[in-house]
């Protein structure tokens, strides 16, 4: 079964190989004319937030309110005008929380203490879903599944943060605090907090990261860990072993047969079968996404390909995942240039496709950050834009998420410009999960007037749906544009001196499905 049913943004493009000469040719936007419009175009174009160690958001711990809220919107209004269509915001950076919870404390990434509320108090996760809705865009909440401290943490603890409260499931490693996956009372507390989540609020997605078992250090000193893992020579350092005897001797006492890799990639495959199965009882539209690391199964690896085992390290069986169907998408962090051979971006892309085959959607996180980020090996500014076209030419991807927005805040060596110019040059639909729908919306009423600023479209409200998706008839071309259902009306100004003369509008649900056809001419 196809992920979804529509035609990719871009025609296809044969795709280069890892060591093709020259650059990767960016294909020229496609020019939509006839008499009706192609399908509504449609790709996930995300970008990571994080709030651990303030990475992305917001700019420091303690910063008020106010100016937390001023730098969400500049985010969202960032997102909007590059024709972004998600945002996957970090909600739990160490099991601690960006929002009221009667179940962990406030971060300190947020209000400077763990523990302390805000002052004045407010509800940061509810106002970007209702700023993210409000602009046409899903939010997804990400969740850091194990991790107690984080190395940047400064605070001491809060009294009612897990580590306190159940000292024996957490273990110390390195510089960082973990909880245990071995422990039940880690899985049970990760699973309780995401559907906590799940039910106060209107969320679009719930999101993990590549967070299992912990990237392993180097012994006897503290490097090492997910910086360098993505470095070819990683995976060959000696490593300073996760403390988790008291799990696993008591699984073995309890009559336990596996050796304890496989306990430990079972562990958290359960964790994983439980949250997938725990948000479809909630709410079935929530769709679940998981970014592991990019390298899969050593066993299974094309040829050429080396490097860092998520499946050895972390204990991550990402395509496990894939293939019974546990999860709605899958953002592999695909964090090397396309040329880098031993970590090929096209070669990567194309083994997670082949592992997709419950026809989930395979949308790939892209390193963006290290575009002229001042590094030993940063990406140049056509190294993205190049990615997106590679992924592309896969009509089985349909979608990317960008780590992290802060570059594309920044227009780091020129990226957004480049982007808008190129890559996102019209609005897109998130691919449908038709696996997660019963049935589409019904058609919304359409009606069009001429007035003094462009076409004025009223819309009649469709039930069910959330999304307008509008394609208006300049010329001979089509244009398409996208809005929330909760507006009535749209204005399609005049492009260049022409007026729009015709509309076609279709309603679209939580998951995607979209109505027939309904249209009006001037």
């Not at 302390?116 to 509810?126: A, F, G, R, T, V």
């Not at 001797?249 to 562990?267: A, I, K, P």
């Not at 009606?447 to 208006?472: C, D, F, H, M, P």
Request: aromatic share 10%.
């Amino acid at each position: 079964m196809s992920a979804c049913s529509t035609s990719p943004t871009r025609p296809e493009a044969p795709a280069p190989g890892p060591d093709a000469a020259g650059p990767v040719p960016h294909p020229e936007p496609p020019r939509y004319t006839g008499d009706e419009p192609p399908p509504a175009p449609r790709e996930f174009r995300a970008a990571w937030v994080s709030t651990v160690a303030n990475i992305d958001w917001p700019s420091r711990s303690n910063a008020p309110p106010a100016k937390q809220q001023a730098e969400a919107i500049a985010i969202l209004d960032r997102a909007k005008a590059l024709n972004l269509n998600a945002i996957v915001l970090q909600v739990r950076p160490s099991a601690d929380a960006i929002y009221p919870s009667k179940l962990e404390p406030w971060s300190e990434f947020m209000t400077g203490r763990s523990g302390k509320e805000p002052s004045p108090m407010w509800d940061p996760l509810q106002f970007w879903i209702a700023q993210a809705h409000a602009r046409g865009m899903e939010l997804h909440a990400w969740f850091n599944p194990y991790r107690a401290r984080h190395a940047a943490a400064r605070t001491p603890l809060a009294k009612e943060h897990f580590a306190n409260t159940n000292p024996q499931a957490v273990k110390t490693y390195g510089r960082l605090l973990w909880m245990d996956p071995g422990e039940e009372s880690a899985a049970q507390r990760t699973l309780d907090v995401i559907l906590d989540v799940v039910r106060r609020y209107d969320i679009d997605g719930v999101h993990i990261d590549d967070y299992f078992y912990p990237y392993p250090i180097e012994a006897p000193a503290n490097a090492g860990g997910e910086a360098a893992a993505l470095d070819a020579p990683s995976w060959q350092k000696p490593e300073l072993p996760f403390p988790d005897e008291p799990s696993w001797q008591r699984y073995v006492r309890g009559g336990g047969t596996l050796d304890r890799s496989s306990w430990r990639r079972q562990n958290v495959d359960r964790l994983i079968e439980r949250i997938y199965l725990g948000i479809r009882r909630e709410k079935a539209w929530v769709k679940f996404g998981i970014s592991p690391f990019g390298i899969g199964r050593p066993d299974r690896r094309p040829r050429g390909i080396a490097g860092f085992s998520q499946y050895d390290k972390l204990f991550a069986d990402a395509e496990l995942w894939l293939q019974k169907g546990w999860l709605d998408y899958l953002a592999p962090q695909l964090y090397w240039p396309i040329r880098q051979a031993p970590q090929a971006y096209p070669v990567l892309l194309d083994y997670w496709l082949a592992q997709n085959t419950r026809g989930r959607h395979v949308w790939p996180g892209l390193f963006t950050s290290r575009t002229a980020d001042g590094s030993a090996k940063p990406f140049g500014p056509d190294e993205i834009v190049q990615q997106i076209d590679v992924t592309r030419s896969r009509p089985a991807a349909q979608g990317h998420v960008h780590f992290s927005i802060a570059p594309l805040m920044q227009n780091r060596g020129g990226l957004y410009d480049r982007l808008k110019a190129q890559s996102y040059q019209s609005a897109a639909l998130v691919p449908a999960s038709p696996w997660l729908g019963e049935r589409p919306p019904e058609a919304p009423t359409v009606a069009v007037k001429r007035s003094e600023s462009g076409l004025a479209v009223a819309l009649g409200t469709a039930k069910n749906a959330v999304t307008y998706a509008i394609w208006a008839r300049y010329g001979d071309e089509w244009r398409f544009t996208a809005m929330p259902a909760t507006k009535n009306e749209v204005v399609l100004r005049d492009l260049a001196g022409v007026p729009a003369r015709a509309v076609v509008v279709t309603a679209v649900d939580r998951v995607g499905l979209e109505s027939a056809r309904a249209g009006a001419k001037v």
